[in-house]
Nanobody, 119 residues
Framework: VQLQASGGGLVQAGSSLRLSCTASGRTFNFPMGWFRHAPGKEREFVAAFGLSGSSTYYTDSVKGRFTISRDNAKNTVYLQMNSLKPEDTAVYYC??????????????WGQGTQVTVSS
């Protein structure tokens, strides 16, 4: 499975961005997650979308601001990020295979897309 993430950029605080992650190589039947990695910090779970129904999971710091969704017809998972804050600045990665907060439980990773939020 190959994952291609896109949609990052440089925005001002309070702005919005939508990240996309498109999968190829296999049937798109994995739970999907987003992580982020800021300089000097560990990779952090952001959100996940399960396979059953519309189960979604978020880290506390993004609840109410970020929304994860998926379009199985397009093999794509999205992360809509609203009310962005400077502390959201990081490289964002999509991953497939789990809904866990632990990166080691994900089997496949995208290449990352940079999100920079200026104050």
């Amino acid at each position: 499975v190959q994952l291609q993430a896109s949609g990052g950029g440089l925005v001002q605080a309070g702005s919005s961005l939508r990240l996309s992650c498109t999968a190829s190589g296999r049937t798109f039947n994995f739970p999907m997650g987003w992580f982020r990695h800021a300089p000097g910090k560990e990779r952090e779970f952001v959100a996940a979308f399960g396979l059953s129904g519309s189960s979604t999971y978020y880290t506390d710091s993004v609840k109410g601001r970020f929304t994860i969704s998926r379009d199985n017809a397009k093999n794509t998972v999205y992360l809509q990020m609203n009310s962005l804050k400077p502390e959201d600045t990081a490289v964002y990665y999509c991953a497939a295979g789990s809904i866990s907060h632990s990166p080691s439980t994900y089997a496949y990773w995208g290449q990352g897309t940079q999100v920079t939020v200026s104050s």
